[in-house]
């Protein structure tokens, strides 16, 4: 049996969850066919760890950005420091920022102007931005549309609406992320939205070490298991796992502008898209 060739969109391998067992973690989502690791840093710590396991593991890149729930905290040296390390070659996405509503640590005016000027900068940087939203869809679409976003691009990561929701954000120049909500039982909305995604807009994840899928839901998560989340988006999308799994890795390392080599992931020189 052949390994499937995974890329796991978006991990955060580099929180404290994983202190204890980052190295066995790795290993094991490796054997179950994983060759693509963007691993998410959302404030100055998880930053700094993405972007040393990014430079120390061929197969791992970083994305860095400033979570929402961060909001408040993104003054001028976290602009900063983020700006100087967007320009490192294995960063290639900023992310996640968004909006979130559930819990409510920033207030909803601070996530909106630190969504923006990180929207701004991704568009200097020419680099595609990776969006969380809960709780907060119909802003981020507007944010989003007002930011033409469609301009430099980027991932909805772990997509959990709808139809209509998909299609408007896929109109808008969005790739669609799925993660273990997937292939939650009651779960249809979104695996409606699952099936109507462009085979080129199709991406997967973990957010490890949040939502395990099925049949792991409950436990920590880990980038492994992206491939129970490829086994549910196959067969939603009636094809086969190989094919699934080479489908969203071959997405992943367009819009990362990324090539696979023997050497692992290398940085294309010009951007594509
Ligand atoms: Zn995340």
Excluded at 43 to 57: G, H, S, V, W
Excluded at 70 to 80: G, L, S, Y
Excluded at 95 to 116: H, I, S, V
Excluded at 136 to 163: P, Q
Aim: hydrophobic fraction near 35%; include cysteine; charge should be negative.
């Amino acid at each position: 049996m052949t390994k499937p060739t995974l890329f796991d969109t978006h991990t955060h391998l580099n929180v404290n969850k994983f202190k204890g067992d980052r190295q066995e973690v790795t290993e094991r989502a490796r054997l179950m066919g994983v060759s693509g690791f963007a691993v998410v840093g959302f404030d100055y710590p998880t930053i700094d760890q993405a972007l040393k396991m990014a430079t120390d593991n061929q197969d791992m890149v970083a994305i860095i950005g400033w979570h929402p729930t961060e909001a408040h905290t993104f003054d001028r040296q976290a602009q900063a420091y983020l700006e100087a390390n967007l320009t490192n070659d294995r960063v290639v996405a900023l992310g996640e920022t968004g909006l979130d509503y559930y819990w409510k640590t920033a207030p909803k005016e601070d996530q909106e102007e630190a969504f923006r000027r990180q929207l701004a900068m991704a568009r200097d940087h020419q680099l595609p931005v990776v969006v969380h939203n809960r709780d907060a869809t119909a802003d981020c679409y507007r944010i989003l549309k007002e930011e033409r976003v469609g301009d430099f691009g980027g991932i909805m990561h772990s997509f959990s609406e709808g139809s209509e929701w998909a299609q408007k954000f896929l109109d808008l120049g969005m790739r669609l992320s799925f993660s273990g909500t997937v292939s939650y039982q009651n779960a249809q909305d979104i695996q409606a939205a699952c099936q109507l995604t462009p085979d080129n807009c199709l991406l997967i994840e973990t957010d490890a070490p949040y939502l395990a899928p099925h049949p792991k839901r409950g436990l920590r998560n880990e980038t492994g298991f992206v491939y129970y989340v490829a086994s549910a988006v196959a067969k939603l999308r009636a094809t086969s796992l190989d094919d699934l799994a080479q489908l969203t890795y071959n997405n992943a390392c367009q819009l990362f502008n990324l090539q696979a080599t023997k050497q692992g992931l290398i940085r294309n020189d010009k951007r594509t898209h």
